[in-house]
């Protein structure tokens, strides 16, 4: 191995995802996956080429950088822009037949004062409740007018919506009213001569609301083997098994044997309360081994579990090794992921945190070697 720390796709888990989750949708329900932020931590490319390969009927970005970095690969499937497309790359979407979100009037409007021959295609964004990203309601008629009047009948690619508190199968009232908001764009557009492709629903819409499957579902999260929500995983238990696409494993790069009363790491903020050995792995939070876990992470060597001492610096940690045997330099121990009868999951790490497994993955360092496996 030629690096000291690497990240392991597998492949075999990726496919036992993706199956699983088709599983959910009718046949003629398409299938986004999104594969935005550099594909939740796992990388855009590999990664995208693989869920195409699975079947894949559209990939979602964040921005037209990924969009451009999917097409420049050789990737031909229809690809969403479902972040912000800044109005002076809108004629670079279209001239690479990429689709954008437009959520604003700004945005609309710049889109309309385009040739038509640079106008790329466009999914309107309705918000319905998550308030964050869409058109109001009150705005949704004119906005349908706006676009007939430039654009035309069934000129409208895209229309969809964001489900906010899809990841509670106990208290589905709020889903259901985004879902009859999202009912009624759906006929008013159709009286504006439109027939969209419409999808309202991420992984756990899909997977928990049935109705929300419309003409397409964005996976998301679910593909990566990783779970939206606790609550999610104890309803679906019996149904469905997602296996973690992602492994993090890295090397031991020094040991040394320490007395009782040794100050460990900057300020000394832990001291040694043994005798004991103490393991160096050279990554840090530039990796994105977040600082927060100093005193309280674990890694994995030889199938047991070592605690991180001390702070977590920018690139090393120190762990303590003093009861695991034969722990060698060079040798690889385990981050994120399986290592014998142990393991450490991204929503552990994000207990730990106080955060999301989403914050877990998409913060590892984009520079880290990525080896598909099985």
């Not at 939740?40 to 921005?63: C, K, P, R």
């Not at 999917?70 to 109005?87: D, E």
């Not at 609550?231 to 031991?252: G, N």
């Amino acid at each position: 191995m030629e690096v000291r720390t690497w990240l392991e796709l597998d492949k075999s888990a990726l496919t036992s995802n993706f199956q699983a989750l088709r599983g959910f949708l009718d046949a003629r329900c398409l299938l986004l996956g999104v594969v935005k932020s550099n594909a939740y931590g796992h990388g855009l490319i590999d990664f995208s080429q693989q869920l195409v390969e699975l079947g894949a009927n559209w990939l979602g970005v964040d921005s037209i950088t990924e969009g451009l970095a999917l097409r420049r690969a050789g990737i031909t499937v229809p690809i969403l822009i479902l972040g912000y497309t800044m109005p002076n790359l809108l004629s670079l979407a279209r001239q690479n037949n990429c689709s954008v979100t437009i959520s604003s009037w700004e945005n609309l409007r710049a889109w309309a004062a385009l040739p038509e021959n640079e106008r790329p295609q466009v999914h309107l964004k309705l918000d319905t409740g998550m308030t964050r990203q869409g058109f109001m309601e009150h705005d949704w008629p004119e906005v349908f007018a706006f676009w007939q009047k430039q654009a035309g009948d069934n000129s409208l690619e895209g229309l969809y919506t964001h489900l906010s508190s899809a990841k509670n199968p106990a208290f589905p009232q709020y889903t259901q009213k985004q879902l009859a908001n999202f009912e009624q764009a759906s006929q008013l557009v159709k009286n504006y001569g439109q027939k969209p492709l419409r999808h309202a629903a991420a992984t756990a819409g899909a997977l928990l609301f049935p109705e929300t499957h419309f003409d397409m579902v964005r996976y998301g999260i679910g593909l990566y083997g990783l779970w939206p929500a606790l609550a999610v995983k104890e309803f679906l238990t019996e149904r469905l098994t997602l296996k973690p696409v992602l492994s993090w494993r890295s090397l031991i790069s020094e040991i040394k044997s320490v007395p009782k009363g040794t100050a460990i790491g900057y300020d000394g903020v832990e001291k040694m309360w043994r005798d004991g050995r103490l393991a160096i792995v050279p990554i840090g939070y530039w990796h994105g081994f977040d600082r927060g876990l100093s005193s309280i992470g674990h890694i994995l060597i030889n199938g047991q579990r070592a605690r991180v001492v001390g702070r977590v610096s920018m690139d090393m940690i120190i762990v303590d090794v003093t009861d695991i045997q034969d722990v060698q330099v060079g040798q690889t121990i385990t981050l994120l992921g399986q290592d014998e009868e142990q393991e450490i999951t991204a929503d552990e790490i994000a207990g730990l945190l106080d955060t999301s497994c989403y914050e877990i993955i998409t913060r590892l360092n984009p520079l880290m070697k990525k080896l598909i496996i099985n």
